[in-house]
């Protein structure tokens, strides 16, 4: 059974820094793309980042671009998405997510995680 566990969410002043964090489980992750989206109350869920696990290869959106780094440890099964100079508009509900590709596309990610809340505050 796979599982995707999220942590890190919370409460930072704007120009703060946040860590979360994806423990995956239940198989073998080395062919998926491990993705990184968020939601906004009243808004649709949207791509933040993503990491192919094998190569390392990385994909962001352009309001995070210079911000923010996703990252993972292959030893720990867990990927990490680093949140520098956040801003108010950054604040939604953070999820892990993983798919086979091709695409970044939220409908072609089959895996979820339950999410965790991030404010920031002006």
């Known amino acids: 059974q796979v599982q995707l566990v999220e942590s890190g969410g919370g409460l930072v002043q704007a120009g703060g820094s946040l860590r979360l964090s994806c423990a995956a489980s239940?198989?073998?992750?080395?062919?998926?793309?491990m993705g990184w989206f968020r939601q906004a109350p009243g808004k649709e869920r949207e791509f933040v980042a993503a990491i192919w696990w094998n190569s390392g290869r990385t994909s962001y959106a352009d309001s995070v671009k210079g911000r923010f780094t996703i990252s993972r440890d292959n030893a720990k099964n867990t990927v990490y998405l680093q949140m520098n100079s956040l801003k108010p508009e950054d604040t939604a509900v953070y999820y892990c997510?993983?798919?086979?590709?091709?695409?970044?596309?939220?409908?072609?990610?089959?895996?979820w995680g339950q999410g965790t809340q991030v404010t920031v505050s002006s």
């Open positions: 997510a993983a798919t086979q590709g091709p695409w970044l596309r939220v409908d072609m990610f089959h895996y």
């Open positions: 239940g198989r073998t992750f080395s062919s998926y793309i």
